[in-house]
């Protein structure tokens, strides 16, 4: 069983939603990373979404976007992703840990390595929302060769025909789109995210996970009633921004303990 189907077997035996916190690699400076994953880890997290920097971020909105610009200022590169989920690994973590990125850079540093290289630093998988269903073969034959998962998006505008297509294609997860739109922390949620989510549970056993727009304990107690688990991103981001240095991992593990409290199934 992969890490990600163990972990949230477990979690579903205990009742609970997986939380999964996404943070870009090297901000805000560029070891930040090694420090937070851990101490988010130990206050609860139960999946990393780490993001690999790229110029042209066309999934996120602008704090993610700020993130992104500062990593690659700190000159953080796809090798330097990879290296930093093996020196996770090194030092105990151990949640399932996944690369979020745009295909471009991926394409460059060349899938076939790009997949031994992270299934050799201990990664276990690929999110790259700029990947349509109808060109993903060739990463995701590469990413099942090592043992990998390529986790597929369904969005509110996806239809029903084509949600099937894409379940009967995913692995480890589906990602699920709450909103129209970019990444960034919302007030609410869609009214018409039940609904979605009872439509992909048609066609899939998969666990279903929810980001874009989750900021707070209510949010993530409405996504506790009707999916598997629950991305904060942006909200996260944020709160690294206008925390001291030497605040930021304990205000950003008191926040995952704070969404935490709100993560067990009614």
């Known amino acids: ?5 163990e972990t949230f077997a477990r979690l579903r035996t205990a009742g609970r939603i997986a939380l999964m916190p996404y943070l870009t690699v090297g901000f805000p400076e560029r070891t930040s990373t090694l420090e937070l994953v851990p101490a988010l880890e130990a206050a609860g997290a139960n999946l990393f979404e780490l993001g690999v920097p790229f110029s042209d971020p066309l999934a996120d909105g602008t704090t993610i976007q700020r993130a992104t610009q500062r ?13 930093t989920v093996a020196e996770l690994r090194a030092r105990q973590v151990k949640a399932p840990l996944l690369l979020m990125g745009y295909y471009n850079p991926l394409l460059r540093y060349g ?3 790009a997949c031994a290289d992270l299934a050799a630093a201990g990664g276990d998988g690929w999110i790259i929302p700029d990947l349509p269903l109808e060109e993903a073969s060739d990463l995701r034959q ?3 060769a090592h043992q990998l998962d390529l986790i597929m998006f369904v969005a509110p505008t996806t239809p029903p025909d084509r949600i099937a297509q894409i379940a009967a294609q995913a692995s480890g997860f589906l990602y699920i789109v709450s909103l129209t739109g970019v990444t960034g922390a919302r007030q609410r949620l869609s009214e018409n995210l039940a609904d979605l989510i009872r439509s992909v549970r048609e066609h899939t056993e998969l666990p279903l996970v929810v980001g874009f727009g989750i900021s707070q304990p209510a949010h993530v107690a409405e996504v506790a009633r009707i999916a598997d688990g629950a991305i904060v991103g942006s ?6 921004e206008r925390l001291a240095p030497d605040e930021r991992v304990s205000g950003a593990a008191a926040y995952i303990r704070e969404l935490l409290s709100a993560s067990e199934r009614p």
């Open 1 to 5: 069983m992969s890490r990600i189907a």
């Open 111 to 113: 899938l076939e390595r």
């Open 235 to 240: 909200a996260l981001i944020d709160r690294l």
């Open 142 to 144: 590469t990413a099942a």
């Open 71 to 83: 990593a690659l200022e700190n000159g953080i590169t796809i090798a330097d992703c990879i290296a």
